[in-house]
């Protein structure tokens, strides 16, 4: 059966060995997060701290630590839930015509939400009573990082065509007024959007209801990519075999009965205020821009109540493990809505959207000797239409008839791939002036940059290198070449300045290499720190693809453009230098790092 509450889980995780208790007093201000880190590091149990410094809550942090203990919590529902997500599961279908889809009934009677009369035991406190965590030294202030934000359609009313999203909450800091505003942070491409878009436009308020805690399902039914028409309180239901019970308040708010907080309020059209900064998912900070202003109404919790928290960073982090589930669960949906993809991945370790592999068919022109990219383009622009993949800036996609084992999850093997078959005269293709991740910044501006395909179909084109190519000089400016994996091959360059600056030490590196042999060498990466770059894959991806803008930044060693088609004869060169636009990326605090040395005994791998 599913956990009724936060509690019973953090419960059940201490019985069977997954969770630990730090009984000390905790500051959360950077300890609590700084705890949460190295524990991570070492794939540890989830963590409870029981006295939150200037709080009278408890906290729980790492739950989705592992995938190992995410499966444990969904130990009963999992395979029933990856079956229905496959066949974009509705419960009112499956409950009418139950024998069409055995041992599934049960199932979706759970799904559906179930709306109660009374109001179980909630209390009311304040913003400021709440545990006040801050992950990063730079941060605005205290973020909710486990939100579940829910909203409804103001022309279709009611939880069945309602959106819970998990967007950062600031709950104080910056301009807000104590215990009176919060900072709504969202980005593009969410449902939540949609909602405030209908409220502007009937010049009313938004009626937000933050809900904290629960059952482990809840969070993740906040973050899952569901099929079109599926809900997220009803696959909340599904995968905790209990159905998602709520009720609204006396100012028609909607509150999650088994939620540990639930936060009430109002988003005004046009009402902002600047919230951030947030050390966020890609490594780097998000910096400070106007997002909507939540006006508060009420804080609830239960008597029992938990505060549930992550701390996010430059991946790995708990998202990951978020993410692993996320792709057990729903992998097969996407390659059913997309025809002819086989395989995605959303490269965790270049923090998800800057960067996508895939695999598709390719089977335009069978009767042919020889292949190209053709029925992979048109998958590609399929994919770079698809909500939030469409904020991606890297597409490299392959067609599966050429290596039917090729896994997009192994990333070295997966580049090496498309490097050596891709033709780099026609087979780079750009998207310009276009949307990118709210969080990125080595666009031309908040939410814009660009985006390139990297397509490869047919027969090995080189035999990448695995040493520096004999003779390899470089010109002033430039020094430290390794290969970070065959083909690539990482070089330090100065620090950026400009644009125009950078177009002079691109051509001048084209001088130099013109007429080198280089066919071996596919990808050429500028960097800051090219030992670093090189050391191993995740520190490649993470630094070629986060600070890159790919229209402005990738260039080529005898580059053309020919009827507005750009390419190039010798290796691609991709500038991911740091940029003066670019946000800084996160660095801990010495001096914490310092203080939460009296937890050591944590730290050790195998000492939980």
């Not at 042919?368 to 490299?396: D, V, W």
């Amino acid at each position: 059966m599913g956990y009724k509450s936060l509690a019973e889980c953090v419960a059940d995780l201490e019985k069977h060995g997954h969770l630990i208790r730090i009984k000390e007093e905790v500051d959360p201000y950077l300890e609590m997060a700084a705890i949460h880190l190295r524990v991570y590091e070492q794939q540890g149990p989830a963590l409870y701290f029981e006295k939150v410094k200037g709080s009278p809550f408890p906290a729980v942090s790492n739950l989705f630590g592992t995938l190992e203990r995410s499966k444990f919590m969904f130990r009963d529902s999992l395979d029933k839930v990856e079956q229905l997500v496959g066949l974009k599961f509705d419960p009112m279908t499956a409950l009418k015509k139950p024998l069409q889809i055995p041992g599934i009934a049960l199932t979706a009677l759970t799904a559906l939400p179930l709306k109660q009369t009374f109001k179980s035991t909630f209390s009311k406190t304040t913003i400021s009573a709440l545990p006040q965590i801050v992950n990063w030294p730079m941060d605005g202030g205290p973020f909710i990082t486990m939100p579940q934000v829910y909203t409804e359609d103001i022309d279709k009313p009611g939880i069945m065509n309602a959106n819970l999203g998990m967007y950062r909450i600031q709950l104080a800091g910056n301009d807000y007024l104590q215990d009176q505003e919060i900072g709504l942070h969202y980005q593009i491409h969410r449902g939540i959007g949609v909602h405030q878009s209908k409220a502007n436009a009937k010049g009313q308020p938004l009626k937000v209801s933050i809900f904290v805690g629960g059952p482990p399902s809840h969070p993740l039914a906040a973050v899952m990519p569901l099929p079109e028409g599926l809900s997220e309180m009803t696959f909340a239901g599904a995968l905790g075999n209990r159905r998602f019970r709520y009720f609204y308040d006396e100012e028609g708010f909607c509150i999650s009965a088994d939620a540990d907080f639930v936060i009430t309020g109002t988003v005004y059209p046009q009402e902002n205020k600047p919230e951030g900064p947030f050390g966020d998912h890609l490594g780097y900070y998000s910096l400070t821009h106007p997002f909507p202003l939540m006006k508060v109404h009420n804080v609830y919790h239960r008597k029992d109540a938990i505060w549930s928290f992550t701390v996010v960073g430059r991946p790995p982090q708990e998202d990951t493990s978020f993410g692993a589930l996320i792709h057990e669960i729903a992998g097969s949906a996407l390659p059913q809505e997309i025809h002819g993809l086989k395989e995605l991945n959303a490269v965790d370790a270049a923090g998800v959207h800057p960067l996508l592999f895939a695999i598709g068919s390719e089977r335009y022109t069978p009767f042919l000797k020889e292949r190209r990219p053709q029925e992979i383009l048109t998958i590609a622009n399929h994919i770079l239409g698809k909500n939030q993949l469409s904020l991606a800036k890297y597409l490299f996609i392959a067609a599966r008839e050429d290596d039917e084992s090729l896994d997009t999850h192994d990333l070295s093997r997966f580049m090496q791939h498309v490097l050596s078959r891709m033709d780099p005269r026609t087979d780079l293709h750009f998207h310009t002036n276009t949307t990118i991740d709210t969080l990125d910044y080595s666009g031309d501006g908040l939410n814009s940059g660009s985006k390139v395909v990297f397509a490869a179909a047919g027969a090995v084109r080189r035999t990448l290198s695995e040493v520096v190519p004999v003779g390899f000089t470089l010109p002033e400016g430039f020094s430290n070449a390794f290969i970070a994996i065959p083909g690539v091959l990482a070089v330090q360059a100065a620090s950026y300045l400009s644009h125009a600056k950078a177009m002079e030490e691109i051509a001048l590196l084209n001088e130099q290499l013109k007429d080198l042999d280089l066919e071996g060498i596919a990808l050429i990466v500028l960097c800051d720190d090219s030992a670093f770059t090189a050391q191993n894959i995740n520190n490649l991806v993470w630094i070629t693809f986060t600070r890159s803008n790919p229209a402005v930044d990738i260039h080529g060693i005898n580059s053309f453009t020919t009827n507005k088609h750009w390419g190039c004869t010798g290796p691609v060169v991709i500038d991911a230098r740091k940029k003066p636009h670019h946000a800084p990326e996160l660095i801990k605090d010495v001096q914490v790092e310092k203080n939460i040395e009296r937890f050591a005994g944590l730290f050790k791998a195998g000492g939980f």
